[in-house]
């Protein structure tokens, strides 16, 4: 059967290998082929794979195993899974159910199966879930090596942004200050403070916090993270001209928080914007609000327009990593 593989010399195998796994991209039901030196890697989703990998399309076994969800229904259903649930996105309430039989009878470790059953909403970000299978919402998932404890009813999370939440602790340096200003569970701060900076992360959501620092602790680094449950506007003045780096990953209304990101900016920051925006302009809209907030204090210079995801038909969801010097 052909799927979408990721290719790289033997050499190479291994760690890439790893690198997929940990963002829960291997696509398990295929097997690994090798060919002229190369490994194929079949991978559930190409566009989630980091650029500097090549995606081709290839025809692989399918692995001696237990039967796949698509198997047992005859089509290829859309899930997402997240630690041991599985994650559904049907309107049609006997096709979600149809679904989360073939999950459990097939080969994929899970206990749970839910599906939406609202858009996420509030100043929370949580959306409802019709559980399915299970009578649980809490669940380990694992990402880029670090885990996070957390309960999809209760916090915001989305796996679908491993890739980029890596792209940015990528760039993270020992003993830099990083301050994420809607933390969620943990996601950036964790892997920042693994990286060894000092990671503050500011949620409104109080179990998100309690979730934060649970995860700081399951991942060894509670020495190096500040958890905070409020509004961030009225945290930042704590930490007025202190961050190296900030984050803000809250896409819809990220330009009204301008004023706290230059407030927590020291003299060299870098701060990564998050935006959704039409496909027309996608990165001017963000750019001017961060000048409008930041100069003429600071010099601003936009290091990189990253496009993460489609979000709506002629929506993406983008990042600016902006770079403001005093
Ligand atoms: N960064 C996390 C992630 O990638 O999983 C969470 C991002 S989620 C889109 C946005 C988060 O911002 C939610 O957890 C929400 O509770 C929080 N939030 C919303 N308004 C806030 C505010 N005024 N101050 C602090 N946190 C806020």
Known sequence: MEAPCVRVERERGEETRTRLAEANLLAEEFEIEVAEGYLYLPVTDPEAVP?????????????????????????????ERLGDIVILDEDDSDRARDIADAVMDSDIPVKTVVNRASKVKGELRVRDWEVLVGDGTETVHREYGCEYLLDVAEVYFSPRLATERHRVAEQVESGERAFDMFAGVGPFVVPFAKRGAQAVGVDLNERAVEYLRENARRNDVEERVTAIQGDVREVAPEYADWADRVVMNLPHSADEFLDSAVELAGDDCAVHYYDIQHEDDPFGPGEAAIRAAAEPDYDVEVETRHAVRSYAPHELNVCLDVRLSR
């Not at 198997?71 to 859309?78: H, R, S, V």
Request: proline residues 10%; negative net charge.
């Open 51 to 79: 650029d500097e990998l090549e995606v081709v399309a290839r025809a692989v076994g399918e692995r001696d195993t237990p039967d796949t969800p698509t198997d047992l229904l005859g089509f290829e259903p859309t899930y």
